[in-house]
């Protein structure tokens, strides 16, 4: 999926095509790139010398527009903030998550909003309180939410750390696992495993982290950590500085 635009790109500067570019390839001796800030994930002592690490580089998706007038009608003409529930992009068999997140809105007598481009895995009949949509940007969703629950992507995760609000995650692969886990340790997240997901399991693990003490306090301090950030021009200033050097 990727070698085609990466080596047309490499083609063009006269450089030899690479294959399998998220394995061996990957790990540059040069410079190596984290897009996530240090108080989300210290560099540990075997990372390699020449990792750098700048920020989240918040994104809303390639076609990224406002939200539907629909959603801004429910947000803003019906009630209290919602619960946002997302299985992810690349989730393929999401119907479980969203039945068990209608189930829970129910239980909680919250409102929902379920997001998924698969817009098959939503379900086909939801109560007035919860609406479906097949996408929302989340810069401009998610400071009008109550909480998200997602599946532990740190392009979810970083978005709701920036808005300020909870997050209860259901990891399931890859550095889903290690985000829930630094999510957690940062005060404003909880774990739920895929295999407890259902109704109740959800709408208590929602109940018991937004009844937490100091939870206002760490989404706000965690939300004041994106103020003075700048990843993008970071980023780029990093990668021409080892392009020059």
Same mark, same amino acid.
């Not at 495993?193 to 206002?216: I, K, V």
């Not at 301090?221 to 950030?229: D, V």
């Given at each position: ?14 450089? @030899? ?24 994930? @210290?560099? $540990? $002592? ?13 994104? !809303? ?18 009630? /209290? ?18 039945? +068990? ?15 998924? +481009?698969?817009? &098959?895995?939503?379900?086909? /009949? ?5 609406? #479906?949509?097949?996408? #929302? ?7 009008? #939410? ?19 609000? $909870? ?7 890859? !550095?889903?696992? /290690? ?18 997901? !259902? ?11 937004? @009844? ?8 706000? &301090? ?6 003075? $950030? ?10 021409? &500085? +080892? @392009? +020059?050097?």
């Amino acid at each position: 999926m990727l070698c085609h635009g990466l080596n047309e790109v490499r083609q063009e500067l006269g450089l @030899a095509p690479v294959r399998r570019p998220l394995h061996q390839w990957l790990h540059s001796p040069t410079r190596v790139i984290g897009l996530f800030p240090e108080w989300f994930a @210290a560099p $540990a $002592a075997d990372w390699p010398e020449q990792v750098r690490l700048t920020g989240f580089p918040l994104y !809303d998706g390639p076609n990224a527009h406002r939200l539907a007038p629909d959603l801004v009608h429910f947000l803003f003409d019906q009630g /209290d903030p919602p619960i946002v529930f997302t299985a992810g992009t690349a989730q393929s068999h999401g119907k479980e998550f969203f039945r +068990a997140a209608v189930e829970a809105c129910l239980r909680l007598r919250a409102r929902g909003v379920l997001v998924s +481009a698969a817009t &098959e895995q939503l379900p086909a /009949d939801t109560p007035p309180s919860v609406r #479906a949509f097949a996408y #929302a940007p989340f810069s401009e969703l998610l400071p009008r #939410a109550k909480a998200i629950v997602h599946h532990g992507g740190i392009g979810t995760a970083a978005q709701a750390l920036k808005a300020g609000i $909870a997050q209860v995650v259901v990891p399931l692969a890859y !550095d889903q696992p /290690d985000n829930a886990a630094r999510l957690r340790q940062l005060g404003v997240a909880s774990i739920l495993s895929p295999r407890r997901l !259902d109704g109740a399991h959800l709408a208590r693990t929602l109940r018991g982290l937004l @009844a937490t003490p100091d939870l206002p306090a760490k989404l706000l &301090e965690t939300a004041r950590r994106f103020e003075q $950030a700048s990843p993008i021009d970071d980023t780029c200033r990093l990668i021409e &500085e +080892a @392009a +020059a050097g």
